[in-house]
């Protein structure tokens, strides 16, 4: 990890283990130089004084996912495999299988 010394602020010169991150800030990024004990205990202090709200994208609450899961589960696969059979039956492409 390094920086300019002369200008510590200058992000533009920041080689940092997350490089995308560096340009974000509190509360979300606390980004500390290396060595900087007291920094690192303060971005703690911080972090921990200022939680981010919990975000969960719709298609990714429990709800989502289990109307996901029940379209998988719930479908009728071996009318699918059937009609599949019967085109590649007709077609003489792709492989056959049995029911």
Request: no cysteine; net charge negative.
């Amino acid at each position: 990890m390094q920086w300019d010394a002369k200008n510590p602020t200058d992000k533009s010169k920041w080689e940092t283990q997350h490089n995308t991150l560096k340009q974000f800030g509190p509360p979300y990024v606390y980004n500390v130089f290396k060595g900087d004990h007291a920094g690192f205990v303060q971005a703690v202090v911080n972090a921990t004084s200022h939680p981010i709200e919990s975000f969960v994208l719709r298609n990714m609450t429990m709800g989502a996912v289990e109307g996901r899961l029940a379209a998988i589960l719930e479908k009728d696969w071996k009318s699918e495999a059937a009609q599949l059979l019967a085109e590649r039956m007709e077609s003489h492409n792709g492989e056959k299988f049995w029911l």
